[in-house]
């Protein structure tokens, strides 16, 4: 069974960092994509940046160059390392993983089926 868990969200000011976690149990990296997503108040959930076999990596053109998906295999977690944060980043944050069965990696919240709870990110101005 796979279960996703977030962590590390918080309250920063614009232009400052922050690391988001995601504990992940029954997936296997190599053989699932994982990805972040964030959802703002009153919008749609949209992708953020996802990752397979723990070296290809896609991101959406609103983060690209401020923020950086990783993964530790020994650890089990996927981590978004989030820089130069801007007034239009907070939002919940989530983790999707998918089986990974071949294609291109993508970010659409529909290709993922299984997701976290979030965690919620605030950027202060």
């Known amino acids: 069974q796979v279960q996703l868990v977030e962590s590390g969200g918080g309250s920063v000011q614009a232009g400052g960092s922050l690391r988001l976690s995601c504990a992940a149990s029954g997936v296997g990296y190599r053989r699932y994509w994982m990805g972040w997503f964030r959802q703002p108040p009153g919008k749609e959930r949209e992708g953020v940046a996802a990752i397979s076999d723990g070296k290809t990596t896609l991101y959406a053109s609103s983060v690209e160059g401020r923020f950086t998906i990783s993964q530790d295999n020994a650890k089990n977690t996927l981590y978004l390392q989030m820089d130069s944060l801007k007034p239009e980043d907070p939002a919940m944050y989530y983790c999707?993983?998918?089986?990974?069965?071949?294609?291109?990696?993508?970010?659409?919240?529909?290709?993922?089926?299984?997701w976290g709870q979030g965690t919620q990110v605030t950027v202060s101005s």
């Open positions: 999707a993983a998918r089986q990974n069965i071949g294609g291109s990696l993508r970010l659409q919240r529909e290709w993922y089926p299984y």
